[in-house]
Nanobody, 115 residues
Framework: QVQLVESGGGLVQAGGSLRLSCAAS????????MGWYRQAPGNKRTGVAL???????HYVESVKGRFILSRDGAKNTVYLQMNNVKPEDTAVYYC?????????WGQGTQVTVSS
């Protein structure tokens, strides 16, 4: 089992910055990748960014150049630095971790970007 606890959501003005954190605990040795999804009202949950076990990062096109995903291995925490945010970034952001054939999710954190 892997437990994920997110923090850092909130209200931010367009053009501003916000940093989300996701602390992982439990069975971490076989984690393949971790990252973030988001879900806006009425929409499906979609991928935002992921980081592999060898620290390769991937981003959805809409956040490239604005969001940065990083990991602190010592703290078992991943961070999503969100810069130059836009109203369309408003969503509930979910941390996930893929461990073997299993996927785990955090409880979600709301990010609201005002115009």
């Amino acid at each position: 089992q892997v437990q994920l606890v997110e923090s850092g959501g909130g209200l931010v003005q367009a053009g501003g910055s916000l940093r989300l954190s996701c602390a992982a605990s439990g069975r971490l040795l076989n984690i393949i990748d971790m990252g973030w999804y988001r879900q806006a009202p009425g929409n499906k949950r979609t991928g935002v960014a992921l980081i592999t076990r060898n620290d390769t990062t991937h981003y959805v096109e809409s956040v490239k150049g604005r969001f940065i995903l990083s990991r602190d291995g010592a703290k078992n925490t991943v961070y999503l630095q969100m810069n130059n945010v836009k109203p369309e970034d408003t969503a509930v952001y979910y941390c996930y971790a893929r461990e073997g054939v299993n996927s785990y999710w955090g409880q979600g954190t709301q990010v609201t970007v005002s115009s």
